[in-house]
């Protein structure tokens, strides 16, 4: 293993001191210790990793120095634009640190939305023309290494972290004001929706949570899209389902999944019809890989997706603000709910057992039989 805050402070002694990203349940612990570390001009907590690409380049024009940009392995998607079209060495040719977590590591059992992910992980950076260094405990050596091959290349460079490599950081638990739990606010959602309506729930501990209240009701999971992966376009799939259909899709989102895509909701407006909710469980934080902070408790995302068409936004703090919500909601086009939630979730939450296949083909034959 390695010790996070010795990690931490060489690549600090090396002068690294920008850091920028997306958390990742695989790098907790050097989140954690980023976070702690730095102010949130040093540590930016991006809406998504192609906007740290980005950032890094930015800092590195300026500065000459290379920023260090960190993100689970399902966050290469959201970067490749930046990374082939602005770092790369026959664009702009820009040097940065990668620290990329490996969820779905061949031979290392993860959840099906890792599998093909962590399968193609070094070969995805292999045709970038990234060169990928998978860092063990001679960490020093690995840094020294990066850090030459920066100075030399001008060219991005990846370090992949293993699951469990990193030690415990401790630090203080996250919190917020709020009193309800993610938990309890979806089992109010779920108790106020028709049996032939559908929901399509983001990515996380959210679609986990959906998925045992459920089993927990003795209910199917046919009505329920758990989206697994593809964080931040729950709300997308949830428009395209609503297309040309009469039945009510409740699209129950994330802040940082929600702040990740946010451009969709420019989109979604002029697009959704009465058939089309929009429940957002807002904690502030990425909560389902370690809490890490969003920017969703300062900014006003009411005010936001009024101005953007939604005609009414609800918003609810409590149990019965919610179950309000959710009747004041029907019938009734461009309706969104925000509930604000505390952080955390059971010690014991499992995941799904459906395969994403089957939960896919299930909910169509019930979505397009109905
Ligand atoms: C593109 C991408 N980046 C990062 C992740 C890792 N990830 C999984 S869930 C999650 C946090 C989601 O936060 P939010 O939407 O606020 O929901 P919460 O966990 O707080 O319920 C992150 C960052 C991912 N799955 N995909």
Redesign the pocket.
Known sequence: MVQTEDFYNYLIKKDFNLFAG????LLKNLCACIKENNDSKHNIITA??GNAIAIASGYHIASSKYGVVY??N??I??AVNPLLSLADEEVYSIPMLLIVGWRGEPGVKDEP?HVKQGKVTLELFKTMGIETIILDEDYKAKIDYCYDYLRKNNKPIALIVRKGLFTDYKTSKPENNYSIT?EMALETVLSKINDDDFIVS?????SREVFEIRERNNQKHSNDFLTV????HTSSIALGMSIGSDKNIYCI??????I?HMGAFAIIPSIADKNFKYIL?N?G?????GGQP?V?FNINIEKLLLSLGFENVYIAKTLDEVSESMEKMQNKKLQALIIYTKLGSREDLGRPTISPVDNKKNMMKNFQNK
């Open positions: 997306v958390p990742d349940s998504n990793e993100m689970q399902s966050g998607g959201n939305q993610r983001t990515t996380g501990k959210t992966g593809s964080m931040g989102d994330g802040d940082g999944s929600f990740m469980i904690n934080a990425h909560e389902s890989v969003t969703a």
